[in-house]
């Protein structure tokens, strides 16, 4: 952290310094940023960039600043019809719509943000160029410039693309999600036949409340909690089953390997929201499961371990939290432990033979060695697979919104808050915004997922690369 608040203070100061040092021309690049180069002989490419400035003032201006000006109020005119005497016909007044404010005012932002940190970067880079000629070093012509970003520099060539990739789905998007979240967007203020407006913490006020009237609280606790212990389960599940798996089936003594191999793989082949899907009809109140319990005694048999009412027709396999809990956990197992199988055979394969050879000659036991050199070395090589599974689980959709689609609740309190016991976040998150058009509340959860997923990622990584752990492991 404190590199990087001095990387930031540098960043400014060098900016800085090219303001109050730099020449006539450097301090002209202020007001048109072409113009530095233009004096220091770079006539194209300060054309090229002074038109580059002029065309993000002309689409801000434009597209942006009407918007962006009616951000704080996010519009006050309504959509209204009115009947026109002359022509019998209804007409539609000039109205504000606060979607498109919201919007086209994120956007705005972007770019005028994008283009201070690129007119800072641009006085720098003048100032170097006054400072080369100075010194009378060579200056690069525009042809040099645009050979060196197939050479040199052309790691930003290759990452140019992608980076405007990151800004217009990724950024952006997390940005117009997040600024939802403070207005009161829902059902009761759609565009563009309603305006909504800002109302500050309202909603996260109301996530966390639990009263007669309000129950997001209620849910969002306990929705959390599944969602967790969800991610960590069904990461560790298809993990540990995933070696197991992979060490049975690559076993010396294991016959037919690439058979059983194959018809593991062909689980994957399978698209997941067919098997899901099937799967959700087999386990249904009345499906072939709970008929074959029912016909083999296993449906007595938990009647009178107590697991089940007397009255109990079937096991609520998908139809009852508890039941629906364990059944999907175990589910997600047969979808998931064949791709972490395929995933520790590659790695299972790669370990140094003479490593395992030595273990023996030394005496270490099966079990010694295995957990001694081998699950080391997986989790030395996997573990930031572990790290995006984790992250993936906790927004994992298919396999809970397939499973659980017929599921009904009969609490009122996650009734109320247009949820279910088996819902994760981003299933819940969905329903508010399908099924109940509450784009406020699913904006506060869907950006408290993101900082969950963000920080669980980030203090994970950093922990992982810091030191040198191929040096540890070895």
Same mark, same amino acid.
């Given at each position: 952290?404190?590199?990087?608040?001095?990387?930031?203070?540098?960043?400014?100061?060098?900016?800085? /310094?090219?303001?109050?040092?730099?020449?006539?021309?450097?301090?002209?690049?202020?007001?048109?940023?072409?113009?530095?180069?233009?004096?220091?002989?770079?006539?194209?490419?300060?054309?090229?960039?002074?038109?580059?400035?002029?065309?993000?003032?002309?689409?801000?201006?434009?597209?942006?600043?009407?918007?962006?000006?009616?951000?704080?109020?996010?519009?006050?005119?309504?959509?209204?019809?009115?009947?026109?005497?002359?022509?019998?016909?209804?007409?539609?007044?000039?109205?504000?719509?606060?979607?498109?404010?919201?919007?086209?005012?994120?956007?705005?932002?972007?770019?005028?943000?994008?283009?201070?940190?690129?007119?800072?970067?641009?006085?720098?880079?003048?100032?170097?160029?006054?400072?080369?000629?100075?010194?009378?070093?060579?200056?690069?012509?525009?042809?040099?410039?645009?050979?060196?970003?197939?050479?040199?520099?052309?790691?930003?060539?290759?990452?140019?693309?992608?980076?405007?990739?990151?800004?217009?789905?990724?950024?952006?998007?997390?940005?117009?999600?997040?600024?939802?979240?403070?207005?009161?967007?829902?059902?009761?203020?759609?565009?563009?036949?309603?305006?909504?407006?800002? #109302?500050?913490?309202?909603?996260?006020?109301?996530?966390?409340?639990?009263?007669?009237?309000?129950?997001?609280?209620?849910?969002?606790?306990?929705?959390?909690?599944?969602?967790?212990?969800?991610?960590?389960?069904?990461?560790?599940?298809?993990?540990?089953?995933?070696?197991?798996?992979?060490?049975?089936?690559?076993?010396?003594?294991?016959?037919?390997?690439?058979?059983?191999?194959?018809?593991? #793989?062909?689980?994957?082949?399978?698209?997941?929201?067919?098997?899901?899907?099937?799967?959700?009809?087999?386990?249904?109140?009345?499906?072939?499961?709970? /008929?074959?319990?029912?016909?083999?005694?296993?449906?007595?048999?938990?009647?009178?371990?107590?697991?089940?009412?007397?009255?109990?027709?079937?096991?609520?396999?998908?139809?009852?939290?508890?039941?629906?809990?364990?059944?999907?956990?175990?589910?997600?197992?047969?979808?998931?432990?064949?791709?972490?199988?395929?995933?520790?055979?590659?790695?299972?394969?790669?370990?140094?033979?003479?490593?395992?050879?030595?273990?023996?000659?030394?005496?270490?036991?099966?079990?010694?060695?295995?957990?001694?050199?081998?699950?080391?070395?997986?989790?030395?090589?996997?573990?930031?697979?572990?790290?995006?599974?984790?992250?993936?689980?906790?927004?994992?959709?298919?396999?809970?919104?397939?499973?659980?689609?017929?599921?009904?609740?009969?609490?009122?309190?996650?009734?109320?808050?247009?949820?279910?016991? #088996?819902?994760?976040?981003?299933?819940?998150?969905?329903?508010?915004?399908?099924?109940?058009?509450?784009?406020?509340?699913?904006?506060?959860?869907?950006?408290?997922?993101?900082?969950?997923?963000?920080?669980?990622?980030?203090?994970?990584?950093?922990?992982?690369?810091?030191?040198?752990?191929?040096? #540890?492991?070895?």
């Amino acid at each position: 952290m404190k590199s990087f608040l001095e990387k930031v203070k540098k960043y400014f100061t060098d900016f800085g /310094t090219a303001v109050v040092k730099g020449n006539i021309w450097t301090k002209l690049s202020l007001i048109i940023i072409g113009m530095g180069y233009i004096g220091n002989g770079q006539i194209v490419k300060g054309i090229l960039f002074s038109l580059a400035q002029l065309g993000v003032f002309a689409f801000v201006g434009k597209f942006c600043a009407p918007y962006m000006a009616k951000l704080s109020t996010l519009g006050t005119v309504q959509r209204k019809e009115v009947f026109d005497p002359l022509t019998f016909s209804k007409t539609v007044n000039k109205y504000d719509n606060s979607l498109l404010i919201l919007l086209y005012g994120v956007v705005g932002i972007v770019i005028i943000f994008a283009f201070i940190l690129f007119y800072i970067h641009n006085m720098k880079a003048v100032y170097k160029i006054q400072l080369a000629r100075k010194n009378r070093e060579h200056i690069n012509t525009f042809a040099e410039d645009v050979k060196s970003l197939f050479n040199n520099k052309f790691y930003i060539t290759l990452l140019a693309l992608p980076s405007l990739g990151v800004v217009l789905f990724c950024i952006i998007p997390i940005i117009f999600m997040a600024a939802i979240a403070f207005t009161n967007y829902d059902k009761g203020h759609m565009p563009p036949d309603k305006l909504f407006t800002w #109302v500050g913490f309202k909603n996260f006020v109301d996530l966390f409340t639990t009263s007669s009237t309000i129950t997001f609280g209620y849910a969002f606790v306990r929705i959390l909690a599944w969602t967790i212990i969800w991610a960590v389960l069904a990461t560790i599940t298809t993990f540990i089953g995933g070696v197991l798996l992979a060490m049975f089936i690559n076993h010396h003594d294991t016959r037919c390997k690439k058979l059983w191999r194959s018809l593991f #793989v062909i689980t994957i082949a399978i698209p997941q929201f067919v098997t899901l899907l099937l799967v959700s009809k087999m386990f249904a109140d009345n499906g072939i499961m709970n /008929t074959f319990c029912k016909n083999v005694g296993i449906l007595s048999l938990f009647k009178n371990m107590g697991l089940l009412s007397s009255s109990a027709k079937f096991i609520p396999f998908l139809s009852k939290p508890g039941w629906a809990h364990v059944s999907i956990i175990l589910i997600n197992i047969w979808v998931g432990v064949p791709y972490l199988m395929l995933t520790a055979t590659g790695i299972l394969l790669n370990i140094p033979s003479d490593q395992l050879e030595s273990a023996k000659i030394d005496g270490a036991s099966n079990f010694q060695i295995f957990w001694k050199i081998t699950m080391p070395y997986i989790l030395f090589v996997m573990g930031p697979s572990l790290v995006t599974s984790v992250i993936a689980n906790i927004n994992n959709f298919n396999v809970i919104y397939l499973l659980t689609n017929t599921y009904k609740t009969t609490n009122m309190s996650f009734a109320n808050s247009n949820a279910k016991e #088996v819902d994760l976040l981003i299933t819940w998150l969905f329903s508010l915004t399908n099924d109940y058009n509450n784009y406020k509340m699913a904006a506060v959860i869907g950006f408290i997922t993101f900082i969950i997923s963000a920080t669980l990622t980030l203090l994970t990584y950093s922990r992982m690369i810091k030191g040198d752990k191929e040096e #540890v492991f070895q």
